[in-house]
C-alpha cells in the first residue's frame, strides 16, 4: 500500500475544501506584507501586519486548530 495515493489525497481535499479555501485567500490577502515581512523583519512590521489583517491572521491561526482537531477525530473512530 503506497503511502500518498491519489484516492486519499482526493478525500482530503473533498472534506477539506472550506478550510484551504480560506487558507489560500488569506495568505493572498498577505502577500505584500509577508513579503516585506520577509524581506526586512521588524517589530512594528509584524504589529501592523497583524492589526491591519486581523481576519486573515485569525484565519490561518484558527485553521491549524481545527485541521488537528479533526485529525483527533478521526483518529478515535
Same mark, same amino acid.
Given at each position: 500500500?503506497?503511502? &500518498?495515493? !491519489?484516492?486519499?489525497?482526493? @478525500?482530503?481535499? $473533498? $472534506?477539506?475544501?472550506?478550510? %484551504?479555501?480560506? !487558507?489560500? +485567500?488569506?495568505?493572498?490577502?498577505?502577500? @505584500? =506584507? /509577508?513579503?516585506?515581512?520577509? =524581506?526586512? &523583519? @521588524?517589530?512594528? @512590521?509584524?504589529?501592523?501586519? %497583524?492589526?491591519?489583517?486581523? /481576519?486573515? !491572521?485569525?484565519?490561518? !491561526?484558527?485553521?491549524? *486548530? +481545527? &485541521?488537528? #482537531?479533526? #485529525?483527533?477525530?478521526?483518529? *478515535?473512530?
Amino acid at each position: 500500500m503506497p503511502f &500518498f495515493s !491519489i484516492d486519499r489525497f482526493f @478525500t482530503y481535499i $473533498k $472534506k477539506n475544501w472550506l478550510q %484551504i479555501f480560506l !487558507i489560500i +485567500l488569506s495568505i493572498y490577502d498577505l502577500r @505584500t =506584507d /509577508l513579503r516585506i515581512l520577509v =524581506d526586512f &523583519f @521588524t517589530f512594528s @512590521t509584524l504589529l501592523f501586519t %497583524i492589526s491591519e489583517h486581523p /481576519l486573515a !491572521i485569525t484565519v490561518l !491561526i484558527t485553521s491549524l *486548530s +481545527l &485541521f488537528n #482537531k479533526k #485529525k483527533s477525530l478521526s483518529n *478515535s473512530n
